[in-house]
């Protein structure tokens, strides 16, 4: 039997402090049901519409009270210790985390090339430079050698990615940038919940360790992002720029006891702070993380099974003692199969299945292709992860059934 979204978290809605059912329909994408296998699917149900709603009652709809339980939840879900700052995306945060590092002008930031442009456009928005460098086989998460070698007395920051949720070793990579005197920026947009050596990211010692709630992200807000730091310099100065540099936020000026309309500009601001709506969706959503993750792992392990055999890579497994959050199951074609990472999509699609590709590398990118220094600079892992990289269906409620038929086709497709 088919076992939707909707009915398992109306199940949980039931159990929650608030038993009455809405009348609203849960996201038409949680209703789909003409036999596709979508890419990736959201799990939205009552308890997050009914969390939005009551947002939209209460009277006070921007920045607020929720985004402050948001902030302070997720920053307990870590473990503590931690200051959690809501922003309006992932890429926000990268920015505003880059920006409270001091990366300007000059500087030179290392990113991976496996990754979503953002990670290296945040840099470019501060007049930096992002110097590319290739992944690792295994983690698909940024080749540390490779680095040593790409560094420059320019160089201040380096951004590792949790690939997929695939937890980069963040005790080299924090030894690596002590070593070398940089700044550590995570890009977390994967990795929710993940755990390197059994501690979850965002809760290491990095400057600063960014999350996304974007539509297809471990949970989601619709667009949203977090920016988590140990370094109350950073949270103070992430918080300030994310609402136009001014001293005191608009919650504290109208609603808190004392307030008055008078704030102070100490610095020229962006605009990305987040919605009480969107942070009381993430409430909702975070309260499920582990459940999420659950399921998507479920889903993962069956792949594991069904695939063997194939002549494909599936994503590695987190090492002993971690947890990969399995955001998403990004495999690798080999060269030799009877069919191109090509032929796989098309069969995907006329089977109605949803396919991606995470990602064609930055530096086969135009922008980013233009802007690499002369010399030799190879990525060969990788150029040859992309060649054959297809990510197929992953989701929460996806069902045995569901993972049953995408194997099949890759079984007949490559088999
Ligand atoms: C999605 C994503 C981002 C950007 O997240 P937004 O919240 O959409 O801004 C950054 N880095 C990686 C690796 C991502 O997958």
Known sequence: MQHSPLSQTEARARTGSKPRRMQTPAVPSARIDDGSIPCFRAVIGTAEINAAVAVLRSGWLTTGPKVREFEHKFAEFLGGGVEAVAVSSATAGLHLAAEACGIGPGDEVIVPTLTFTATASVIRYLGAEAVLVDVEEASRGIDLAQAERRLTTKTKAIIPVHF????CDMTRVLAFARRHGLKVIEDAAHALPTRCDGRLIGSWESEACVFSFYATKPITTGEGGMVVTRDHGVAERVRTMRAHGLNRDAFDRFRKVGASWDYDVVAPGYKYNLTDMAAAIGIVQLARVETLQ???????????????????DCPTPAPAGSLHAWHMFPIRIHESARATRDDVIAALKAANIGASVHYRPLHQMSYWKARLPSGPSAFPVADRYFAGAVTIPLFPGMTEAQVDRVADVLRRTLG
């Not at 479920?298 to 002549?311: D, E, M, N, T, V």
């Open 164 to 167: 997929g949720g695939y937890p």
């Open 294 to 312: 659950a399921g998507r792992q479920r889903a993962a392990a069956r792949y594991f099974a069904q695939l063997r055999g194939l002549p494909l």
